[in-house]
């Protein structure tokens, strides 16, 4: 059986769950993913910051909301129109029809590299990325209307 998680020299090859144009993609590097038009030319780097989850030999370090330092570089590949989607408004009774139709402005993205946190390991970031919890200060009592009066004297 074929282990398709660890790269062929045996080392477990990097992944990272990126959101981008409202859709989430988990990529590793030398992926190609179809997202909405991005404004580079062909051939450019794109840079995507908003990592949610990063991972690798380590543990994996899931952002709040989003894994700071780690980012995806990915080359523009082609730009192209989605598949046609056809829109038919009908009202019965009424003699109402409307066709129209739509396609997206998509763009090819080749994933280039995956970078890690500012040198920190993932196992050792992904303890430092929850926050803190601070404790909570004690609680207060309740003023009650016998106890307002007695300060008042």
Do not use: C, W
């Amino acid at each position: 059986m074929i282990n398709y998680g660890v790269a062929p020299g045996g080392a477990i090859a990097m992944y990272a769950i990126v959101a981008t144009s409202g859709k989430q993609f988990r990529v590793s590097e030398g992926d190609r993913i179809l997202v909405d038009r991005v404004p580079a030319e062909v051939g450019q780097t794109v840079r995507l910051d908003s990592v949610l989850m990063f991972g690798g030999a380590d543990k994996p370090m899931v952002g709040t909301p989003f894994v700071s330092g780690a980012a995806v570089e990915a080359t523009v590949v082609a730009h192209r129109s989605g598949d046609k989607i056809i829109v038919f408004k009908f009202e019965a009774r009424k003699r109402k029809r409307r066709k129209t139709g739509h396609r997206q402005q998509l763009s090819e993205l080749r994933i280039g590299a995956i970078r890690p946190p500012d040198g920190k390991s993932a196992a050792a970031s992904a303890t430092g990325e929850r926050p803190v919890t601070a404790e909570r200060p004690a609680t207060r009592t309740r003023r009650t209307k016998a106890s307002a009066e007695t300060t008042k004297e």
